[in-house]
């Protein structure tokens, strides 16, 4: 099966019926999914270095990295994912 973010009013329900269930103080109520960020850290060719350097280039990790967005459901199955910009882009850049 796809990774699929819900879109409808019925899955939109079920995601946040399913967290619901799996919060045992209410903490999830209303969530339809998690999301969080992963810096995916690669050898870069120095081709590609001398022509992106200032935008893939992380000065706080200090090495070349990709922002990576990803989403999960109430089943632990992702939903949704993303390669959402280069690492030396701000966080307000790359959401």
């Known amino acids: 099966m796809a990774h699929k973010f819900p ?8 995601a946040a019926q399913g967290f619901a269930s799996l919060s045992t103080q209410g903490a999830m109520k209303g969530c339809v999914a998690c999301l969080d960020v992963f810096y995916y850290r690669y050898k870069c060719l120095q081709a590609v270095r001398q022509a992106m350097s200032r935008q893939i280039f992380s000065g706080h990790y200090q090495t070349y990295r990709i922002n990576v967005q990803a989403a999960c459901g109430y089943k632990f199955r992702f939903v949704y994912a993303a390669l959402v910009a280069p690492g030396g882009a701000n966080d307000i850049a790359a959401s």
């Open 7 to 14: 879109d409808t009013v019925e899955e939109l329900d079920e």
